[in-house]
């Protein structure tokens, strides 16, 4: 809902917000739908001047339809298709993590997360030469463990270096310093990380349920729409700066009976699985629908 | 995309004021000025300078490149647990600025390996150590002063054989038992509020005591599985302290370790030994040493660590503390191999 302010558009002045607002009229929706006959009489304003209004408001704040073609030549064009590093878990995902989409990444404790966040960050900074942006919320990023990874992978020291300045951590503990962190990458449009002169091209976050968990299972329900929220931004962003998102989610481990993460937005696995520990990948389309390529993996990936 | 205002940290009476006048979204906020916001939607003056302070562009966390958190990491040197052999698994000791976790059946040495941590953290950094403070927050009621008394009389017997130049021989002469000992807080917590409240002061108590470089909670288990029956409010208020502590421990380079008890789990025919507290509890912590008894030893295993192999070593608790498997023991254990070796060829 977006509220009726002076000069929003040529012709709505200060003295008209104000007519408005008397006439119960406040926001721009309600202005929109209104009947302008009736209101150009209460407000004394001519009703070709509010029917101008309207049309400049519709502009300015409606959606526009694309053409289907249009969508797939757009997204043929600006997709790119990032290797993780491991050929066994590229072939997993369809070559591997796409841009403009966000994958999921939920074991139980001791799996591997984040070491195969830590490995697609290595892979990304250091073959393709492109920036990372690592959200950590566990205090679990260390960064003596990158440079090993880099050092199996280069012998370089400066291609190491390089690398590891490409690798952007923030280290944020609670869901409102998220939300704020996504918010401001949004709004510069990764740019205060594009410093180094390499554009982003993945955000991994290690891991979402340490700062989302604490709030579920209450009456309120203010934790479920942070993370509804968490997952809107983390959506925007990918798709408007062609970014593959990666995001790491704790649950608890499966000991041969059905896995359940604690995560609203994914449906419970269903069947019996093994015993050992469990890598489980699935991957997010979107908000409303959840593709589960769930494949188990015997934590040697 | 437009952020609502919800999703920011203020009271729900706040927000619904702000809501009931059509303040949706911080787009709409971000113009106005505080007495503006006041007037317009009957919140206090300092309220409305707080939501706008929330909303000014200005405020964004911080980013730090991986180079120069690897410069930060070199810097901080590690806890040594005096076992030769864990300290070579951890990459020198336990590391600074991670949340450790010790799970093991009673009797495993759990508590031993606490004092010894908060004794070792205290030597000084002329001998490679860190020269700082430990706060020992104990709710079993298992820290006994003796025990640590000896355990702090063999690091400084060890420190003064060690003893080489005149930095080192300046440093032995305040480094005594004394000294460690007033170099220690300890805190008695009796049940699960007690614990809570005791974590959210601490940074308050981190403040006031900036040499403090070791927090230990011993344990960490026992307040919260006694007489608690709302399961998903402990799993809650649980996940809750562990993230203040590893906030706590990353920004302040402190390192926390917390002891976890066992319990069985039942699986069709058998059971086995897991550690308490629940599944969901596996995240709190960064790494997680389980100890344990294999063939009448104790070994310490490495569990769960974003950046340690999963190692098992032997150990062994004696007068003086926590130590390797003793000199004895392991030159039989060496002439064994040879004879093995002798016999083999």
Redesign the interface.
Known sequence: ???L?AHMCPGLELQLVRDLREADI??VEELVSADLEALAQKCSVSYKALLAIRRVLLAQHTAFPVSGADLYEDLLSSTAILSTGHPRLDELLDSGLYTGELTELSG???TGK??VC?GVAVHI?LHLKQGV??IDT???????????MLQTESSSLEEQ?AA???????????V??L???L??????GLQ??AV?GACVRAVIID?V???I??L???RHT?GM??MM?VA??LK?LVKDFSVAALCGW????C??GVLEP?SPHTAAAGGARPEHTQLQLLKVCNAHQVLQTALSHESGV | MQRPVWSLPLSSAVISKLNRRGYQCTADIEHLTAGQLSTETGVKEEEASEVLDLVDHQRYPVSITALELLQREAELKPIVTFCSELDRALGGGIPLGKTIELCGVPGIGKTQLCLQLAVDVQIPECFGGLGAQCLFIDTEGTFFLERLREMAAAVVRHCSLLTEDQEQQDAMRTFTVEKILSNLFVVRCDDSMELLSQISDLPAFLSDHPEVRLIIIDSIAFPFRLHFEDLPLRTRLLLGAAHQLAALATTRNTTVVMTNQMTTRVQGEGSRLIPALGENWGHAANIRLLLQWIDCKRMATIIKSSSHMSTTVHYQINTDGFRDLSEASKRAKVQTEDQKAVGNS
């Open positions: 809902m977006v509220v302010r406040s926001t139980g404790p001791g984040t070491q830590f900074a942006i690592f566990t205090g679990g990023i260390t960064a003596t463990r990158l440079h090993q270096i590891l300045q490409r690798i952007h951590v923030f280290q944020l503990f609670d409102f310093s939300l704020d962190c918010c401001s990458l949004r709004r510069s205060p990380v180094g891991s349920s340490a700062v968990s604490p579920l299972g209450t203010e729409s942070l929220q809107a931004l925007a704790g649950c608890a481990p000991s041969g604690p």
